[in-house]
């Protein structure tokens, strides 16, 4: 059952809206944090390979897609897994809006996306959600 709430609070600033709350009044995180929301994920969701990621994808019960990004240490120091990340997030919110709503997706980060630039990234991450059709 798709669950689709809002919890306004006042602030001095005005009305201010967090995410999704569901009937139990438990926050719904937008992200994938939980080993066990990472493992089912692993092990019941489809695997798509592209030349620098690696995407997993399975259907959850919300409105809107959650997303978990993982990159292993052999692809470097802190500074580099870092910026991978910020890379694959900001490349995941850009194509977000235009992706079917109602999936839990890993973003897996392979040992050669070092040598990768953020459009080299972009287009990757892009040609994986066209594969999974997970596009409008």
Do not use: H
């Not at 709350?21 to 438990?26: A, D, K, L, P, T």
């Not at 978990?68 to 977000?96: C, D, P, Y």
Request: hydrophobic share 40%; aromatic share 12%; glycine share 6%.
């Amino acid at each position: 059952m798709k669950e689709k709430a809002f919890k306004r609070t006042q602030t001095p600033y005005g009305i201010r809206i967090i995410n999704f709350i569901n009937r139990r009044g438990i926050f719904i995180k937008r992200k994938l944090s939980k080993t066990s929301e990472f493992k089912r994920v692993f092990s019941e969701g489809r695997r798509i390979e592209g030349k620098n990621i690696i995407i997993f994808i399975l259907k959850n019960d919300y409105d809107f897609n959650r997303l978990g990004i993982m990159v292993k240490k052999e692809t470097g120091k802190a500074v580099a897994r870092n910026k991978i990340k910020r890379w694959l997030k900001e490349a995941s919110q850009l194509l977000n809006k235009k992706l079917i709503p109602g999936y839990d997706i890993i973003v897996l980060a392979k040992n050669n996306i070092r040598e990768a630039n953020y459009f080299e990234i972009c287009y990757d991450l892009e040609s994986l959600f066209y594969k999974g059709r997970l596009f409008l």
